[in-house]
């Protein structure tokens, strides 16, 4: 079936520093989408993705569909402490199938 | 945003007992839901897919005389947790999907702690 993984699992930076996630599929996507979960709470949706190289900004957070769409990142450059929490990627497969989550990123950003 | 609402937010049980969740679409038609379980710093594992008046689909290794999907109108569907267990100790998220949407929207989850 398909698998989305995600690198790294976790990663903790000083406040003011930037952090990269990457989002893997095992098979192609029809679309990607982007939830944060804080510590505690449910997740919440940031955006998606479909056009193949897509990319989307949402202020400090950069999101990109990579180009044979089995791939996506998502940048925040001069992180904050508010930025704390588990970025999930999860990916729709073709014929609109099933949501599936990757593994998620943790991030802890220290003051 | 759409919102969805679980209730409860929070439930201890007694091993042994049954315990039932609700996820409600309230500002939308929802034709669609799944229930979700995350286990504490994994990753959110979908349980079964519900569509409005029809069976629940069911994922791969989850028992559906254990987990019980009622999806009887297009705002309301339950999860019945039946004869728990603390292995059962979990935290339950439901989402819903209107008949033409491509977005989920999330419930606040519910967390199950059964001694």
């Known amino acids: ?111 | 945003g759409a919102v969805v609402s679980q209730h409860p937010s929070w439930v201890i049980c007694k091993s042994g007992t049954s315990v039932k969740i609700e996820c409600r679409s309230l500002d939308f038609q929802a034709t669609t839901m799944f229930w979700y379980r995350q286990f504490p710093k994994q990753s959110l594992m979908l349980m079964a897919t519900s569509n409005e008046g029809s069976k629940a689909t069911y994922e791969q290794g989850v028992e559906k005389d254990k987990f019980l999907i009622n999806h009887a109108s297009l705002t309301l569907s339950t999860l019945t947790v039946t004869s728990a267990h603390p292995e059962d100790s979990s935290f339950y998220i439901c989402s819903a999907r209107s008949e033409r949407g491509e977005t989920q929207y999330f419930g606040p989850g519910t967390r199950l702690l059964v001694l």
Not at chain 1, 49 to 60: P, T, W
Not at chain 1, 72 to 98: E, M, N, P
């Open chain 1, 1 to 111: 079936g398909q698998q989305v993984m995600q690198i790294p699992q976790y990663q903790h930076v000083q406040e003011g520093e930037d952090f990269t996630t990457y989002c893997n599929s095992s098979t192609t996507l029809s679309n990607i989408q982007w939830y944060k979960q804080r510590p505690g709470g449910h997740p919440v949706f940031l955006i998606q993705l479909v056009k193949s190289g897509e990319v989307k900004k949402q202020k400090r957070l950069t999101f990109q569909f990579g180009e044979a769409k089995k791939n996506s990142s998502l940048h925040i450059t001069a992180t904050q402490t508010t930025d704390v929490g588990t970025y999930f990627c999860a990916g729709r497969g073709t014929g609109f199938q099933k949501l599936v989550f990757g593994t998620g990123t943790r991030l802890l950003v220290s003051p």
